[in-house]
């Protein structure tokens, strides 16, 4: 079985995104981009909602020829085209590079792809992780907190149903006080 990770750089009051889809507050220090590489590398599989597939679509299939492209973000680029990437949407139409689009339940396909054998999957997108949460299909959740509070936008966090019980298994700082913490979900 398959293990399902979300993780997103998030405002301390908990948002993804400010108002309007401003995520510049969000920039990553040298040292975290390497972590979230880490991350990027070890999944076998990225799951993006369709705001996230248009935001990374539209710069890491060139982001390795960018002007001043480090060697970090040549290997992120290069790994984002090689990586498997199912993007779930009812309102594009196609996707391109090493992706493939799924229009129906999202939530039955992602419990599909868990069940099937191999390494782990990054789920990105609010709404989508949204449902995978509500589903109970998360089982590790990746927070890296900047310190701003940005008042409003789309949150890290969906409404649930019931309590969801977690295990702590990181904490680290980055530069510019940013906190990751990572936590499994404990079943």
């Known amino acids: 079985m398959r293990k399902l990770i979300f993780g997103m750089n998030l405002s301390l009051d908990g948002y993804i995104a400010a108002p309007g889809d401003d995520i510049g507050w969000s920039g990553p220090s040298d040292e975290l981009f390497g972590w979230w590489l880490e ?5 076998e599989l990225s799951l993006y909602g369709r705001k996230l597939w248009e935001t990374m679509s539209s710069y890491w299939p060139t982001g390795d020829r960018q002007p001043g492209a480090t060697p970090a973000h040549i290997e992120f680029a290069r790994n984002w085209r090689d990586t498997p990437k199912v993007v779930f ?10 992706a493939r689009l799924v229009t129906g339940d999202a939530v039955a396909e992602i419990t599909r792809l868990k069940a099937e054998d191999g390494g782990p999957m990054g789920i990105g997108g609010a709404r989508l992780a949204g449902a995978a949460m509500r589903a109970g299909l998360i089982d590790e959740y990746a927070l890296a907190t900047h310190p701003v509070l940005v008042g409003a936008g789309t949150p ?3 409404a649930l149903d019931s309590w969801v019980n977690l ?3 990181e904490t680290r700082t980055f530069p510019g006080g940013v906190v990751l913490t990572r936590y499994e979900t404990r079943r």
Do not use: M, R
């Not at 991350?39 to 999944?43: D, G, I, K, R, W």
């Not at 949407?89 to 090493?98: A, C, L, R, T």
């Open 156 to 158: 890290f966090f969906t």
């Open 167 to 169: 295990n702590l298994v």
């Open 39 to 43: 991350q990027e590398l070890a999944n």
């Open 89 to 98: 949407s009812s309102k594009i139409e196609q996707v391109d590079g090493n």
